[in-house]
């Protein structure tokens, strides 16, 4: 895998939130703001990491100083991205996955809110990668908390990883080509932020997670999941249950604007949760046996 220098920032925290910014959007802004604010709350020895683009940047891809500056003081690293590399803003996030400094990433959306149930599923994965110490243990960890999400095996926005380790993996399972197309070839167009292109590459993106970087990954992975059918993706011995019960109608990826109101209209859509055989039996749902 070549290596990417694009971000230009000095690797901080061992443990990583990795989100993209650009432009004024509100619902971006102060959903970054207040993440930054959750962080330290339920995940005190994390950092969240923001992708910005480098000056001299355009008017639709520039973050008013005042915002950069407000992250700053809420413990946020700020990582500038040059607009030359082409990379669609929205991936700058992936940076992070390239960063062998840094032990633990989260690739997440601005407009989605930490939750305690989320930050209970990421120590589960830490605790179990941390238990084996193996190099291929937990490389990979994905959400799917909302039926929406049952038919992606990685769903964009909701994953995480080990950085050397997926190093180490995709350079022994996939080929070079590949390997940067998963790094590198979410690009033309980047500069442009009509929904069109945001489209294209969100579905572009969503081919690279499952169908490329999956399949390398899925017997090595770590997945909290309460909506997908038992072994839909991995057998049931890489999936868990949520460590913590859901609160109402509450899931892990729901979007919120600028004033913390919810956008995500879909909450009618939850039912109890799957919970597997070989799933954590402390969450509650329904069991469903395969054999």
């Given at each position: 895998?070549k290596?990417?220098?694009?971000?230009?920032?000095?690797?901080?925290?061992?443990?990583?939130m990795?989100?993209?910014?650009?432009?004024?959007?509100?619902?971006?802004?102060?959903g970054?703001?207040?993440?930054?604010?959750?962080?330290?709350i339920?995940l005190?020895?994390?950092?969240?990491?923001?992708?910005?683009?480098?000056?001299?940047?355009?008017?639709?891809?520039?973050?008013?100083?005042?915002?950069?500056?407000?992250?700053?003081?809420l413990?946020?690293?700020?990582?500038?991205?040059?607009?030359?590399?082409s990379?669609?803003?929205?991936?700058?996030?992936?940076?992070?996955?390239?960063?062998?400094?840094?032990?633990?990433?989260?690739v997440?959306?601005?407009?989605?809110?930490?939750?305690?149930?989320?930050?209970?599923?990421?120590?589960?994965?830490?605790?179990?990668?941390?238990?084996?110490r193996?190099?291929s243990?937990?490389v990979?960890?994905?959400?799917?908390?909302?039926?929406?999400?049952?038919?992606?095996?990685?769903?964009?926005?909701?994953w995480?990883g080990?950085?050397?380790?997926?190093?180490?993996?995709?350079?022994?399972?996939?080929?070079q080509?590949?390997t940067?197309?998963?790094?590198?070839?979410v690009?033309?167009n980047?500069?442009?932020t009509?929904?069109?292109?945001?489209?294209?590459?969100?579905v572009?993106?969503?081919?690279?997670?499952?169908?490329?970087?999956?399949p390398?990954v899925?017997?090595?992975?770590?997945?909290?999941?309460s909506?997908?059918?038992?072994?839909r993706?991995?057998?049931?011995?890489f999936?868990?249950?949520?460590p913590?019960?859901?609160?109402?109608?509450?899931y892990?990826?729901?979007?919120?604007?600028?004033?913390?109101?919810?956008?995500?209209?879909?909450?009618?859509?939850?039912?109890?949760?799957?919970v597997?055989?070989?799933?954590?039996?402390?969450?509650?749902?329904?069991?469903?046996?395969?054999?």
């Amino acid at each position: 895998m070549k290596r990417n220098k694009a971000s230009g920032v000095t690797p901080g925290g061992r443990k990583v939130m990795s989100m993209s910014l650009y432009g004024k959007d509100p619902r971006y802004i102060w959903g970054v703001i207040r993440n930054a604010q959750l962080l330290p709350i339920y995940l005190p020895d994390w950092t969240l990491r923001v992708y910005v683009a480098a000056d001299p940047a355009t008017l639709e891809l520039a973050v008013p100083p005042r915002i950069l500056n407000k992250l700053r003081l809420l413990g946020a690293e700020i990582a500038h991205v040059s607009t030359g590399n082409s990379m669609a803003p929205r991936n700058w996030r992936l940076l992070v996955a390239d960063d062998q400094n840094v032990n633990y990433f989260l690739v997440r959306d601005g407009d989605t809110r930490l939750s305690e149930r989320e930050a209970g599923a990421v120590r589960d994965w830490m605790s179990a990668a941390e238990k084996n110490r193996s190099q291929s243990s937990a490389v990979i960890y994905c959400i799917r908390d909302h039926p929406k999400h049952a038919e992606q095996a990685i769903v964009d926005g909701l994953w995480g990883g080990r950085p050397r380790a997926l190093y180490q993996l995709l350079r022994q399972h996939v080929t070079q080509m590949m390997t940067t197309m998963m790094m590198h070839s979410v690009t033309s167009n980047a500069s442009s932020t009509s929904v069109k292109t945001t489209a294209d590459h969100g579905v572009m993106m969503r081919t690279l997670l499952n169908h490329v970087l999956w399949p390398a990954v899925s017997n090595l992975s770590y997945c909290h999941d309460s909506v997908s059918p038992c072994d839909r993706w991995t057998s049931s011995s890489f999936r868990r249950s949520f460590p913590l019960p859901r609160q109402g109608q509450e899931y892990v990826g729901q979007k919120f604007d600028a004033h913390q109101e919810l956008l995500s209209k879909d909450s009618d859509m939850l039912k109890s949760d799957v919970v597997c055989q070989s799933s954590n039996a402390s969450s509650a749902g329904i069991s469903i046996n395969r054999n």
